[in-house]
């Protein structure tokens, strides 16, 4: 009777990044679709603290960033923090550098999309 010693092929139940690569142009226009409705348009209707609106843009960051690869996950935080510093910090769309309240909100949105890929690392190594 022959055993066979080699390896077998892992089955994850989270697809490796490499396998989401194609998925990142759709991603990023949904999340730009998603956060141009929520923060854009939202932050002229519904008053919440600015704190308020970076948890909003840091969760649809955080959804995006778990579908796609690492280089749409950050510019997927990048779009949000465009939004935010455009929309919620400036108001009309004006973009401005603000110092720590910018900086803060770039490392929270930079952290929410590396979140997933981090866990994606893990489970993969496995």
Known sequence: MLVDLRPSRPTHAYPAA???????????????AVLLVLVGAGSSLVTLPDWGWLLVSAAVTTTASSQTS????????LLAWLMLNGFVANGFGELRWQGREDLLRVLVLAAA?????????????R
């Open 113 to 125: 999309a590396m979140v997933p890929q981090a866990g994606r690392v893990v489970r993969v190594a």
């Open 18 to 32: 490499s396998s989401l690569r194609g998925s990142g142009p759709v991603v990023l226009a949904v999340a730009f």
């Open 70 to 77: 690492t280089g749409s996950a950050l510019l997927t935080a």
